[in-house]
């Protein structure tokens, strides 16, 4: 596998599930996030969440040892509270029963208590 210059963020998903694995053997286990923050539409906040949702379906399709890491302002924190929490929930419920680990990342002081 090539090493990538910057190990933080990968040109695509099969680079990203390939240097997964590649950890893995290390006993290292990966933290995986979808790129995009800040969104301002429901639509953009739709795609993020199916995005994660592939993220969690592939992490177990490869028997990855690894989490994923939810960043709320990709889900609509910014325009809608309540609806960015149903897909926070939703996508906790989806990594529990896959076995798969969840963390939310702290983005910024302002989502703290949100968080």
């Known amino acids: 596998m090539t090493e990538y210059e910057n190990r933080w963020v990968l040109p695509d998903w099969r680079s990203a599930l390939l240097w997964s694995r590649a950890r893995n053997v290390q006993g290292i286990k990966a933290v995986l996030d979808v790129l995009g923050e800040s969104v301002t539409t429901k639509e953009d906040a739709d795609g993020s969440m199916k995005a994660y949702l592939d993220l969690i379906h592939a992490i177990t399709n490869e028997r990855l040892f690894a989490s994923v890491s939810v ?40 989502m703290v208590d949100f968080t």
């Open 71 to 110: 960043k709320v302002s990709a889900l609509g924190y910014a325009f809608d509270k309540p609806s960015c929490l149903s897909r926070i929930l939703a996508l906790a419920h989806e990594c529990a029963s896959r076995r798969v680990g969840f963390e939310m990342d702290m983005e910024g002081r302002s």
